[in-house]
């Protein structure tokens, strides 16, 4: 069963704007993690957000998570074209179901 | 450079045929998963090993099978059994036991049915 659904499933974005990612999910959880996914490649890990933290930055990257909405959302800004990737959340399900549960990924397109 | 090499990239399967997809790593990570994924999917979970000699069925264990005889290995086995094999196999590893920490991915095996 998929714990986390991405939404919007695609985004087309042109360069140096910014782009959003949502991620929803079921449980309640102890840690949200986002990743990315050239395609034909492995996922890469991006930054992981504990359930008692609100928002966390990365570079271009900001996460935040609403524990009360169930939701996350992935920011990049002034994105490039080497940021045309898949972009999956995976949560960990409270411990509960011991595995890492990932979401059907969004993918984003960045026009040059 | 310290990582998880899989291999082949790509396999060929012939019907009622075993084929054993490679995941090794050499970051002494002591857990290690196989995923599978299928187009414009999420992973799924196989297979994980949390210890050497110990390993555990994910959500589609069947017609598939695994060992982990040594830390640095965790292959994976296709079997005739699986009906639907065609995917994208991911192996990841991870420092500690349990699923909170993050994941290291190898960079897949695609495998297809002849």
Redesign the interface.
Known sequence: ??Q?EEDPQALSIQEGENATMNCSYKTSI??L?W?RQNS??????LI?IRSNEREKHSGRLRVTLDTSKKSSSLLITASRAADTASY?CAT?GD?AT???I????TLLAVQP | DGG?T?SPKYLFRKEGQNVTLSCEQNLNHDAMYW?RQDP????R?IY?SQIVNDFQK??IAEGYSVSREKKESFPLTVTSAQKNPTA?Y?C?SSAQQ???E???????T?LSVL
């Open positions: 069963s998929q986390g102890n840690n993690q990743y034909g490649r492995g996922l890469v890990h992981l999956f960990d411990g011991n595995k890492l990932f979401g059907t990924g | 998880i899989q995923y414009g999917q999420g992973l979970l994980y994910g959500d994208f991911l990841a349990g699923f909170n993050k994941l290291f991915f190898g960079s897949g695609q």
